[in-house]
């Protein structure tokens, strides 16, 4: 015969474990979101950028190379020039050979351009010669660096700007946000 107390404690047990079968344990919902976080590592990339993101980097990615010009002329006591057509997308880097002649840079990040499709190079401006905002403009980069101040602006089709300015004989290069004269 059984008592009515241990009835009672079966029927008690039985609804624990119905309770905490109806959940997700806490390893499930874990393996759930590693697997949520590796779709979008590879859907989020592949995404369309806006203009002000892609704006952005090209500036950036302009101001590196700038950069790491001075930095290679410096060291390997090459010349490079970078060959820009404001009012359009087109930015060359060149390197100087021995017999004073333009050659493909042997580095192969620079054979290809830092500015993103869409953005403009619009306008530059070197003290010595003022704002150049179309024609052709060659900027020399020796073991020294820039000979001169140079500010280029940068325009998305929206008409965002973004600012890179090289510093002369320092080799200091900024982007900032923005069409900037001056330094801030």
Known sequence: MVRPSAIGLEKSQQRMENRCRAGFTLIEIAVVMAIIGMVLLLVVPRLPSSDQENLKISAR??????????????????????????????LKIAEIGTDGSAKEPFDPLLRKSPI?????????????????????????????????????????????????????????????????????
């Open 61 to 90: 990615t302009l101001a590196s190379t700038l950069r790491y010009l001075q930095e290679r002329a410096a060291t390997s006591r090459t010349g490079y020039y970078v060959t820009l057509t404001p009012g359009t997308e087109s």
């Open 116 to 184: 993103k499709d869409g953005i403009v190079v619009s306008d530059v401006r070197i003290p010595r010669l003022g704002k150049i905002s179309d024609g052709q403009l060659r900027i020399d980069i020796g073991v020294a660096g820039v000979r001169d101040f140079i500010t280029v602006h940068l325009r998305s089709t929206a008409g965002q700007f973004w600012t890179v300015m090289a510093f002369p004989s320092g080799g200091k290069v900024k982007a900032y946000e923005g069409y900037l004269e001056e330094p801030p």
